[in-house]
């Protein structure tokens, strides 16, 4: 479902990207973290992943560490430039009766005295060293890593944040139709960049969901090249990695142009990863393992001889963060499930010449998968007469 205002129904302010869409909602959230923390044997917790931490509760403040005790109990641990922002933001996301804010400048020591019953303390394994130093020696309990463990339960959205995806892919798809007539000799990345980035915002997203990618020439070789000034040349492929985010959540598509009529290599390239990007995607559904999506999509770049220019992931979780769970990765045997949000983006680079990459977004369904970035895949763009 999208609101979305439609191209030429005038500039949409940041409000209009969010008209109609559901509140977003926390409750269940730490019941479901805490079953999982009993399964690994810890019995509190200690949350600091910004993502995590907002999935939470709803908090989105630069510090915050969310304390889960035993006895159903929680805490945020914040500062004083969010003592009133912190209670709001639980209260409008629903948990603020089972979560209390805590104002405090050292999170450890001020809530070691609630962590008396406590025999093992999982911290989140991105939890500084210094900061687990300051927990074992105000804590008595045992400080053992937590990985990924909301990380996990974030992979399956519900339907409020797949509202969101689905509006920044939105807003990421009109921004490439509306920029695509840029695309001609002369024109450099950083310019083509630079108005995707203004037409993202114009269309109330609060801007790109990474940095922008426009790789031109050789310049495409590069699978995560920044944009440059290199004016744009006939003949050349041109990689556009584009993704929007609106209200925390991203979205993330890549296409690739050529500009005028392919070279027979551009168009081998073109081919092969276009066959391999849809041979991925018919593979994406409900129990499928995450690692048959990368061997299907292995597998046709191999059969065109381009196996070894593949030489990145295959695909990611999208969500809060641009890279989460589920990845998807040679071997991974994590079987996907309704809720998951992918990318499946194939590509090929030989330095020097250009590089060829595909990638949609798409929602696992109880059936199968739907994508959520719809812009046609690519195909030349004629050049000016
Ligand atoms: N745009 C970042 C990625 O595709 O992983
Ligand atoms: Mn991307
Ligand atoms: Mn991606």
Known sequence: MSTLPRAGSGTPTAAGALEGLPALRVEGRLGRLRERLGAVGVDAAVIVEPANVRWLTGFTGSNGTVVVL???????????RY????????????????????????????????????????????????EQIRWSEAVHAETVPLTGVVENLRAVKDSAELARMEAAARIADEALAAVAPMLRPGTTEAQIQRALDGTIRSAGASGPAYETIV????????????????????????????????????????????????????????????????????????????????RACRAVLD??????AFVHGTGHGVGLDIHELPRVV???????????????????????????????????????????????????VPLPA
């Open 215 to 294: 790789a031109s020439g050789p310049n495409s070789a590069l699978p995560h090249a920044s944009p440059t000034d290199r004016p744009l040349e006939a003949g050349d492929l041109v990689i556009i990695d584009i993704g929007a985010l609106v209200d925390g959540y991203r979205s993330d598509m890549t296409r690739t142009f050529v500009l005028g009529d392919p070279s027979d290599r551009a168009a081998a390239m073109l081919e092969a990863v276009g066959c391999s990007q849809a041979a991925g995607a018919a593979a994406v559904g409900p129990g499928v393992e995450a690692g048959e999506i990368d």
């Open 303 to 308: 059969d065109a001889g381009m196996g070894d």
């Open 70 to 80: 035993g006895g159903g109990e929680a805490l945020l641990l914040t500062d004083a």
């Open 83 to 130: 003592a009133e922002q912190a209670p709001a933001q639980l209260a409008e996301a629903g948990c603020a009766g089972g979560v209390e804010v805590v104002v405090a400048r050292r999170a450890a020591e001020a809530v070691a005295g609630r962590l008396e019953g406590a025999n093992r303390l999982g911290l989140e394994d991105s939890v500084a060293w210094r």
């Open 330 to 380: 040679s071997g991974s045997a994590v079987a996907l499930e309704p809720g998951n949000v992918l990318t499946v983006e194939p590509g090929v680079y030989f330095a020097g010449f250009g590089g060829v990459r595909v990638e949609d977004l798409l929602v696992v369904t109880d059936s199968g998968c739907r994508p959520l970035t719809l812009h046609p895949k690519t195909s030349p």
